[in-house]
């Protein structure tokens, strides 16, 4: 993950600023795995044994792209071919072995699992490797085209609503969506194909899809800014609205782990394994999927009974789930327990409570309970 940029003067500030993400020249020669790359099991409890490959990103292009360097543009964007080339060079490291193949990324890196997952399984087919299974983890890569709290001109990624910025980079970059995403819109409208829930009925691979229903980088780009001004009611109504619509998308998701969290990724944090949704960690989660996937290709039984897959908060606001990361205050870095975060939000206690028809004391004891 990490963003990305969609013309000329955005991608010029964005390799002034953060050529990591544009060039591999300043890449550390070794990096240590965490999370779900790590080879400690007490960290990874079911993967940390698995064969990983971990991708950079520095093609800016949402792992979309397909534009070389050219006279009208100085940046090559290559984030689809990058992918097919990896593939194609582990076919002879032994992947051509496997069983399963996991395509795994967070944020725009999880959006470009969405993207790239199906493609990926016909690359294989194609090169005669019919017997991988490939499935899709989609980290922090769910994102809403919705109304953003407040309109401001499209500058640069973060100013700019997330449709347009898309539409302005699909030309930029030359970006690819899969087919059967693309015959869904008319011509010139494929950037709906990097919206989750658009692309997602369309693909054949299994995916699992993690996302915090109070996803930090997608309340930035709806221009939410929380910082240490206490929220306005307005804004407040808008992020609560944010959480119920984001859960609407993933009614119909069949794996899926979203905690009412305000956070931005997960599967590589090395605290992934402590959020919990409805009692059950993410690793459990996926552990379970995994097994449903292992099973359901065997007999087609229903899924297996105590290992669920589905898992969405319904609790209505950011941190309302107790096992949810810490939250720093933005100026001090000081620790804040929820009820001190809400308040720094601008939660009117007392008017939440007539809202909700209970004492304030009563409140306040479900929300630090987490009920």
Known sequence: GGWYCFNRENCHTRYDTMRRLMS????????????????????????????????????????????????KNEYAFMGALIIQEVIKELVGKGLSTAKVLLLAGSSAGGTGVLLNV???????????????QVRGLADSGWFLDNKQ?????????????PTEAIRRGIRYWNGIVPERCKLQFKEGEEWNCFFGYKIYPTLRCPVFVVQWLFD?????????????????????????NL?????????????????????????TR??????????????????????????????GKAPLKGCPIHLIDSCPWPHCN?????????FTGQEMNVIQFLMHMGFDVQKMAQQQGLEPSKLLGMLSSGN
């Open 149 to 161: 709290y407040r309109r401001t001109d499209c500058i640069d990624t973060i100013t700019c609503a």
């Open 24 to 71: 591999s020249s300043e890449w550390p020669a070794t990096r240590v795995g965490t999370g779900i790359l790590s080879s400690q099991p007490e960290e990874n409890p079911h993967w940390w044994n698995a064969n990983m490959v971990f991708i950079p990103y520095c093609s800016s292009d949402v792992w979309s792209g397909a534009s070389s360097k050219s006279e």
């Open 118 to 132: 199906d493609r990926v399984a016909e690359q294989l087919e194609e090169m005669g490797y019919q017997g991988i």
């Open 216 to 240: 930090e980088a997608q309340l930035t780009v709806d221009n939410v800014h929380l910082t240490g001004q206490p929220v306005q009611e307005g804004q407040w109504l808008y992020i609560q």
């Open 270 to 299: 090395n605290h992934w394994t402590d959020i919990q949704v409805k009692g059950t960690s993410l690793p459990r989660a996926l552990h379970c999927w995994d097994r449903s996937l292992h099973e359901s290709n065997r007999n």
């Open 322 to 330: 107790p096992s949810c990361p810490t939250i720093r205050d933005q």
């Open 243 to 267: 959480g119920r619509e984001l859960r609407n998308t993933l009614k119909d998701v069949t794996a899926s782990f979203a905690p009412a969290c305000l956070s931005h990724e997960i599967i």
